[in-house]
């Protein structure tokens, strides 16, 4: 069902990028937009639907902020991926867009891919209610800024110049802004729509946001280079710490295990009904890209 699932996710979403992308131009920060936000996994919009189906949410309007999600997602990787950054030739076994293209338009694209991801939130088609429009941009832009993914982007970076390796404590923190954030939001983005509870799904958000970045971490060191689309041991070769250089490749997949079983277990309030987020969450640490 999961699998199912996302890939019909990742058609719709795809689907919307290219309608709602068309009519830019064809220079070469538009053409940039288009190829960065496609391809993936899209585990974020399927998060925001399947949050939204839980609650009832019309998926015309929840597709809105299912691309919002993948827009912003999208502007984050190829940031990251910039010699200034990360600096990564192979994102989704493609090259990445300053390689593409040049820096200048990586940085242009990204800029342009973040704002994008708002204009989709501040459409009336996302949602009939102004208020509820207000509260996704809002809650979105706490999620990728500088108590979110920006945080946990400069608290990777400000690492790698550290004199002393991460603690536990402290990978924690970092990860659940670097990656955690957007997840977190993408699962709530149903309550959210529907004016209900955000705590049921934001507990499995954060249980499932640590468990993907230990199962990233895993991969980093098991996975295969052309399977992944793009490079390995990278974490390892710069000593970086991580959850498998703190906890061990058992103790760190003991832990994405135990994340999985509370991620399922926090989703009881909504009975079987949730079963595809289940499957989700024991997805993301089974994955091998
Ligand atoms: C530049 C502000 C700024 C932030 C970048 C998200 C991020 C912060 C960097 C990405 C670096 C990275 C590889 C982190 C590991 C976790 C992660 C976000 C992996 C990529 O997400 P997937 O696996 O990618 O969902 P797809 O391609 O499937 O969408």
């Given at each position: 069902m999961f699998q199912a699932r996302l890939k019909e996710t990742a058609a719709l979403v ?26 993936g996994k899209r585990l974020?919009a399927f998060l925001?639907l399947e949050?939204?189906r ?173 399977t ?32 999985v ?14 079963e595809t987020l289940r499957e989700a969450a024991r997805f993301v640490i089974a994955r091998d890209s």
């Amino acid at each position: 069902m999961f699998q199912a699932r996302l890939k019909e996710t990742a058609a719709l979403v795809q689907a919307h990028l290219d309608a709602t992308l068309a009519p830019l131009g064809n220079l070469p920060v538009h053409r940039a937009m288009r190829y960065a936000s496609a391809g993936g996994k899209r585990l974020r919009a399927f998060l925001v639907l399947e949050s939204a189906r839980l609650h009832g949410i019309a998926p015309q309007n929840a597709i809105w902020p299912a691309t919002a999600i993948e827009a912003i997602h999208a502007y984050s990787l190829v940031h990251d991926d910039l010699p200034c950054m990360d600096d990564d030739d192979l994102r989704r076994g493609l090259p990445t867009v300053h390689v593409k293209w040049d820096e200048t338009t990586a940085v242009l694209a990204g800029d342009a891919l973040q704002t994008f991801g708002f204009e989709c939130l501040s459409r009336p088609d996302c949602h009939p209610d102004p208020l509820v429009r207000a509260d996704l941009v809002l809650t979105l832009s706490r999620a990728a800024g500088a108590e979110g993914m920006v945080l946990g982007q400069a608290l990777d970076i400000a690492a790698e110049s550290a004199d002393t390796p991460l603690t536990l404590d402290q990978i924690t923190r970092l990860q659940t802004g670097k990656t955690g954030a957007l997840i977190k939001w993408a699962a709530t983005a149903g309550p959210l729509m529907a004016r209900a509870d955000t705590a049921p799904l934001a507990r499995y958000a954060a249980d499932l946001g640590l468990a993907f970045q230990i199962a990233d971490d895993i991969l980093d060191i098991e996975g295969d280079a052309a399977t992944l689309g793009k490079a390995v041991r990278k974490d390892a070769d710069a000593g970086k710490a991580t959850f498998v250089s703190l906890l061990g490749l058992d103790g760190a997949k003991r832990r994405a295990a135990e994340l999985v079983t509370d991620a399922c277990d926090t989703l009881s309030c909504y009975g079987d009904k949730a079963e595809t987020l289940r499957e989700a969450a024991r997805f993301v640490i089974a994955r091998d890209s």
